[in-house]
């Protein structure tokens, strides 16, 4: 349930950059918040997505989008730097968390000897959310331009995957996994760490 907040005020974040109005800023909030979820079930063959079956995740978005949105325009005096910086800490949070989660439904749905699958499914429940927030308001998804986000990704749903082969207790691979995660995109937001690009001379 954090994670579904934290990755809806993101999208509700991204809204405010693009200065979209409510609608706007319920559609990048919610689609950032469950989007990964959905491609995660679909995946992995659970139709209708748990997104649809246990609305709860998909209401709490909903609910986080629209309270975000009038606490900004209300309290909201936030600085452009400020603001990504904002994005960049919700974002981390999320998708530390649902890196984690996602490969957990791989492992609950009987994948656990398939690591690469695990990782994998993981990874893009992670990112999912934030690539397709990011399509919806015309901007070069961030897990391909800047601060390891792909990449902080695949080590935390690889770390829990890992653990988890390993016989760790579920709860000390999340933690883990959601640990790992977030602190390589923290350490990345605060060194300025990027991969290679082709915009480098």
């Known amino acids: 349930m954090i994670g579904t907040i934290a990755f809806a005020v993101s999208g509700v974040i991204a809204a405010k950059e693009k200065e979209m109005d409510l609608f706007g800023a319920i559609v990048l909030g919610c689609t950032t918040a ?7 079930d679909l995946i992995l063959g659970k139709t209708p997505p748990l997104m649809f079956t ?28 400020n603001l990504t910086t904002l994005l960049y800490i919700a974002d981390s949070v999320g998708l530390g968390i649902f890196a984690v989660v996602g490969s957990l439904a791989a492992f609950d749905a009987g994948y656990e000897k398939n690591l690469f699958l695990c990782t994998f499914v993981g990874t893009l429940t992670g990112i999912g959310g934030g690539l397709l927030r990011d399509m919806l308001s015309a901007e070069l998804p961030l897990i391909m331009r800047k601060r390891v986000y792909g990449l902080a990704a695949v080590f935390g749903a690889l770390t829990f995957s890992l653990l988890m082969e390993w016989h760790y207790e579920e709860d000390v691979a999340m933690f883990s996994g959601c640990c790992a995660t977030a602190l390589i995109r923290f350490l990345a937001i605060y060194y300025h760490w990027n991969l290679p690009s082709f915009k480098d001379k």
């Open 34 to 40: 469950v989007g990964g979820g959905m491609v995660r």
């Open 54 to 81: 246990q609305p709860v995740y998909t209401e709490v978005a909903f609910g986080t989008s629209i309270l975000s949105f009038y606490l900004e325009k209300k309290h909201g005096k936030i600085s452009a730097e």
